[in-house]
Structure formats: structure tokens, C-alpha cells
């Protein structure tokens, strides 16, 4: 690895996966993906948190407490465009993770979340929660969907909002303060993100400085103890544009580990503590609409991406794989999901096993190459899948893999006859969706490398400039003569400062291949 006194703190991708924000021990770095390029630095010291707003020149940073400027309860809002402070909010701890769209600003401590009309920084409203000390909080980069999501306590009370919906001591602000939030509301415009620019024009407050403690909008705690139920692997869905909290959603019986919202906001996954099962969710309704089995043997998930049209869901994991699911059409369109959605079944958490579920040498990770992930409870829609061989990479091709592959195919031939005598929770057990494709990073063993992951928008690829990663006669008879593919990137960072381009083929799946990696330290 090349060398570099620099120390990365934080990585993360933008909203659209396109861009890159790097904070390190002595500044931070903003890359574009593709062409891969870096196109703004600041040395100004350690930071802790650098998030963009899409593609604009707006950044949100805050510092890892190196100086006694870059204190790390001061959120700093910076136009990169304008080499100049917007505005500073110091806040009475630490801030974990700060989240933004082009209508909210959404800050994260140990045990409350503020939430910010970022047009003029105006807080709007603040939620206290219990400790979440691992900074898990999403919100939508939709503003048609405009929510967060964030795990909730284990103490779980009745609420009057919906019958099916806690607010988890969560207290509302009281009627009249919502509502004038809600009219001085201020929406950014809609103009090209790339080419938007929020200067200080954008934020009334101009280089003011403001103490989050401040504000008269304080919520206060709830001690109904009525009906108390101990819960834990919960995550509560908070509409903000309404400011009022919407359901919460029994995802998992362990704690949360990852979660994450589509970028439409329509969609919510999350991955359970064990790492083997992950869960999505409709926002509307909350209703589960698809389960995928990772693997057998816990691991830690570190980030979930969806691509842009909702039919993938990657995720990146500490046993160096990232796996992709194909969601495909959910289970719920179907009439399949209402009759079994909260069955003991099909709810068993991650200690759960499956046929097929063991292996050996490299694990769970390499089983079941280019098999369609569909809703899990809707395993009858492999009928109509594509019966493409999946992509085999060259470099992992190894006797056990095609060993896994075979039994796979037959696993799965059996539970497809099996399933049209036995009810749809028992064929679901049998034919566990798991998923479409999967990368295996180059890492070493054992190294503690964290990696977060995101799904790009569908590019063409010439099979002539890359012979060495696609295989003869890899063209089928029902593909066009042309050497143009169009394929889906797939991006990792890891802590260790490279950024991986993969390239997966969106309707045979099996294998990503690698197309190209950079180091992000290079001066």
C-alpha cells in the first residue's frame, strides 16, 4: 500500500453515489467517481464528519477536536464554491453523523436528534432518544418521501398517532409550533444539483454562530409506562415535512446494526447485529416486502445501498464480501405477503438455518452464484426469471465454488417442485432468497477493514477494451453481435483509503468484476 502520515477518519459516499467525502487527520477531500478525480481539498485540520448535498458546493463538516476550532460539538456549514464558512452550530455533545437533503439538515447526538430547515438553518424540531452510540440514523434524499429512520429505544409505549405506531417517548412540540414551522418553511430549489450553488444567500444566517441549546423548540419526555413492551431491533420512521413521528417498524429481534432509505424514500432495509438477515420494508405501510439471507455465520454489516430504481440492494459486510440482491417485483404486489407477513415462520431471526446454510472454506459468502433474490414470500416468481448462466470471475474460480454452484441448482430445482405441494412459509424456508450477485474485496484476512458500498448508474462497457474480464463466448445467441454491454457499477471504499469500481451485469448477476482501483491517499 502506498504510503501516507495521513489518518482517514471518516469516508461516505453523496446521495447519489457519485461522489466521495473523505475527512482525514489533516483535512478533508472531496472525489468525483466517474471520471474518478479529485476536485476539492482543505487542510485546515482533523475532521470527523464531511457530508455533501448531492453535487453541490455545500458541505457539512465537523471537526475530531485536533484545535480548539474544530471542536467536535461545532456543526460548520461550508460553501466549497465560495472557499467560505455559511454558518456554526455547536451543540451540547459530540455530533455522530449529520444527514441532509434539500430540505432538511439532520443532526445526530448520543441521545437526541435535531432536525433543520437548511434553507435557513432554522431548527425545527428535536427528538429525544435513547443512547445510540454507533451514530445509525437515514434519512431520503426524496422530498416526495421525506422521512428518517432511526433505531428505536427498547422501551416501546402506546401511542394515539396510529394503532399500529409508537412514538417511543418521543413528544411532539406542541401544535402551534409545528405549524408555524411548517408555513416559514423554505424548499432550496430544484434546479440541476450539479450546477446548484448554496452560498450565503441560501442561509439567512449568513457567518452567524448559533447554540443548538438555544432554540425555544425543546421536546419533552413521556413516563406513560401504560402497556410497556421490551423490544428491541425496532426502528421508528419520523415524517419530516409533518414533523411528527409515522409507525415503527419490528424489523429485527436483535439490535440494528445498518439501515438505510432508497433514494426515493419509498423503501427502508436494515440488517440485524448477527448480519444474517436483511429485511426490506415499505415505508407506506410498513410492511416487510422482501427478507435475504446474507449467509449462515454472523458477521457485521457496514453499509446497505439501493441503486437507483429499486431493483438491487447491495451491502458490504466484514467478511469482506459484498453481496447484491435483486429485489425484482415485490411480494406485497402479489396478495402473498398480508396472510404471513407476522408469522413465527418466516420471522425466525438470524440463528435460523436453511438448507444449503453450511459450508466450508469460505463460508457463507460464496454460495448460491447468480440465483435471483426475490421477496421471500413470493418464491414462485422464479418461473419467470432470466436463465442466463451467471458471470463467473476468473480469478475465484476455485473446485468448491463450482461444487456449490451445482448442488445449488439442484437445492433449488427440489424445493421448486416441493413448493408447489407445501404452503408459501414452508417454501420459503426451502428456497431462501438469497443473493443475485457478489464481490469478494481484495483484503487480508483478519484486518479489520470497514467498507461502505453504492450502486452507480448503469454504464456501457466495450468487452474490446477489457478481454481479460469477460470470457469467450460469454455473447449468447439472444445477445446482440455488438461488443457494448451495459452494466451496473459497483463501488467500495474501504477504510484503508482505496475506492473499488465493480461492474455487475444486471441480468445474468453471479460475479462482479473489478474494472479499476484507486488510492484515495496519493497526494
Known amino acids: 500500500m502506498p504510503g501516507s502520515s495521513r489518518m482517514i477518519n471518516f469516508l461516505n459516499f453523496n446521495q447519489t453515489g457519485s461522489c466521495i467525502s473523505m475527512g482525514t487527520s489533516e483535512g478533508f477531500e472531496i472525489f468525483n467517481c466517474d471520471p474518478f478525480g479529485k476536485f476539492y ?19 457539512a463538516v465537523v471537526g475530531v477536536g485536533d484545535q480548539p476550532a474544530m471542536s467536535p460539538r ?65 434519512i431520503s434524499p426524496s422530498l416526495e418521501n421525506n422521512y428518517l429512520a432511526y433505531p428505536s429505544p427498547p422501551k416501546v409505549i402506546n401511542s394515539e398517532i396510529k394503532g399500529h405506531a409508537t412514538t417511543n417517548n418521543i413528544s411532539l412540540s406542541s401544535n402551534d409550533l409545528i405549524s408555524t414551522a411548517n408555513s416559514n418553511q423554505k424548499t432550496p430549489s430544484s434546479t440541476d444539483p450539479s450546477s446548484q450553488d448554496y452560498g450565503t444567500d441560501a442561509i439567512n444566517n449568513g457567518n452567524s454562530s448559533i447554540d443548538a441549546d438555544s432554540n425555544p423548540i425543546t421536546p419533552t419526555r413521556n413516563h406513560n409506562t401504560k402497556n410497556n413492551i421490551v423490544k428491541n431491533g425496532d426502528v421508528i420512521l419520523f415524517n419530516m415535512q409533518t414533523l411528527q413521528p409515522t409507525m415503527v417498524i419490528e424489523a429485527h429481534k436483535g439490535e440494528i446494526a445498518a439501515l438505510t432509505l432508497s433514494r426515493d424514500g419509498t423503501l427502508l432495509a436494515t440488517a440485524s447485529e448477527k448480519g444474517t438477515i436483511i429485511r426490506v420494508f415499505s415505508v407506506e405501510t410498513g410492511s416487510k416486502v422482501y427478507q435475504f439471507r446474507r449467509g449462515t455465520y454472523p458477521t457485521k454489516i457496514y453499509s446497505m445501498s439501493f441503486s437507483d430504481d429499486n ?38 431471526e438470524d440463528d435460523e438455518y436453511f438448507i444449503d446454510d453450511v459450508d466450508e472454506g469460505e463460508h457463507e459468502d460464496e454460495i448460491s452464484l447468480g440465483n435471483h433474490s426475490n421477496a421471500s414470500f413470493d418464491s414462485s416468481q422464479t418461473d419467470h426469471l432470466s436463465v442466463k448462466e451467471p458471470v463467473i470471475d476468473a480469478s475465484r474460480r476455485t473446485v468448491g465454488r463450482m461444487i456449490r454452484k451445482s448442488s445449488q441448482k439442484l437445492s433449488r430445482k427440489a424445493a421448486k417442485t416441493l413448493g408447489a405441494y407445501f404452503p408459501i412459509k414452508v417454501t420459503s424456508i426451502l428456497e431462501p432468497s438469497r443473493h443475485f450477485a457478489s464481490l469478494k474485496l481484495p483484503l487480508d484476512s483478519g484486518s479489520g477493514i470497514k467498507t461502505i458500498t453504492a450502486i452507480g448508474s448503469p454504464i456501457e462497457v466495450d468487452r474490446a477494451e477489457y478481454p481479460e ?32 469500481n465493480y461492474i455487475l451485469d444486471p441480468e445474468r448477476g453471479g460475479d462482479c468484476l473489478l474494472l479499476s482501483q484507486y488510492f484515495l491517499l496519493m497526494d
Open 41 to 59: 481539498s482543505d487542510e485546515g485540520g482533523g475532521y470527523g464528519i464531511v457530508e455533501m448535498l448531492f453535487s453541490t458546493s455545500l458541505l
Open 74 to 138: 461545532r456543526l460548520r456549514i461550508i460553501n466549497t464554491k465560495r472557499h467560505s464558512v455559511i454558518c456554526e452550530v455547536t451543540f451540547p455533545s459530540t455530533i455522530l453523523a449529520v444527514k441532509m437533503n434539500k430540505a432538511r439538515l439532520v443532526v445526530l447526538l448520543q441521545d437526541q436528534i435535531y432536525i433543520y430547515d437548511i434553507s435557513n438553518m432554522r431548527l425545527l424540531h428535536t427528538i429525544e432518544t435513547t443512547t445510540n452510540s454507533h451514530g445509525l440514523i437515514a
Open 311 to 348: 431493483q438491487f440492494l447491495a451491502a458490504s459486510s466484514s467478511s469482506k464480501t459484498v453481496h447484491l440482491f435483486k429485489l425484482g417485483k415485490a411480494a406485497s404486489e402479489t396478495g402473498k405477503v398480508d396472510a404471513h407477513n407476522n408469522s413465527d415462520l418466516e420471522d425466525q
Open 469 to 500: 474480464l469477460f470470457e469467450e463466448g460469454s455473447v449468447t445467441a439472444n445477445e446482440s453481435v455488438s461488443s457494448i454491454v451495459k452494466m451496473l457499477p459497483i463501488r467500495v471504499v474501504s477504510s484503508e483509503g482505496y475506492m473499488y
